[in-house]
């Protein structure tokens, strides 16, 4: 707060006749020796009040009675409250540590599974297309020596005068090898 020199001079000895604008009344008044002391007394005069209010808090507070029984229960009650509280949180914070890893590791379980299973369906898939690949193959060749076979026979029976009856035969390609038809049959 900024003091203009009438309040100045009211401070230090009433003179000048301002009124002052914190009311003068609320304030508390100055001890003795303070109109007109230097820096030093004063500053000395605030050490010395420092000290005394030090001094009159620790009389304060030797003088509060000793807790009572009743206190004594209530703080150690309130202290067993806090800590079954921290207990129990603590427990929660375990319990749900414990259902995350356990629902992550059954996350894993299941993916792994997943995994193996869309590795079995691909094999699967593979050596069914292997087979079939496979059973084509064997099909066509069985075609192709059947076909050289009756085209040497009807060969044979030609040049010996003996004609088919039916110029149009038209070879088909089966979906069986005949030699697998052939161990069903045995």
């Known amino acids: 707060r900024v003091r203009g020199p009438a309040e100045a001079r009211a401070a230090r000895g009433g003179g000048g006749g301002g009124s002052s604008s914190s009311g003068g009344a609320a304030e508390?008044?100055?001890?003795?020796?303070?109109?007109?002391?230097?820096f030093r007394t004063l500053q000395d005069m605030i050490a010395k009040g420092i000290r005394d209010a030090e001094v009159g808090?620790?009389?304060?507070?030797?003088?509060?009675?000793?807790?009572?029984?009743?206190?004594?229960?209530l703080e150690r009650r309130r202290e067993l409250m806090r800590r079954r509280r921290d207990e129990e949180a603590a427990a929660k914070q375990k319990e749900?540590?414990?259902?995350?890893e356990r629902r992550k590791r059954e996350e894993?379980?299941?993916?792994?599974?997943?995994?193996?299973?869309?590795?079995?369906?691909?094999?699967?898939?593979?050596?069914?297309?292997?087979?079939?690949?496979?059973?084509?193959?064997?099909?066509k060749r069985e075609l192709a020596a059947a076909t050289r076979i009756q085209a040497r026979v009807r060969g044979r029976r030609s040049r010996g005068g003996k004609g088919v009856q039916s110029p149009v035969v038209?070879?088909?390609?089966?979906?069986?090898p005949w030699e697998l038809a052939r161990r069903r049959l045995v």
């Open 108 to 139: 894993e379980a299941r993916r792994r599974r997943m995994e193996e299973e869309m590795e079995r369906e691909e094999q699967e898939e593979r050596r069914q297309k292997e087979e079939a690949v496979a059973r084509d193959a064997a099909c």
């Open 96 to 100: 749900k540590e414990a259902a995350r």
């Open 28 to 38: 508390e008044p100055l001890p003795s020796g303070v109109k007109g002391a230097d």
């Open 170 to 176: 038209a070879p088909t390609l089966h979906s069986e």
């Open 57 to 73: 808090a620790t009389t304060l507070e030797g003088d509060l009675p000793a807790p009572s029984d009743e206190d004594i229960e």
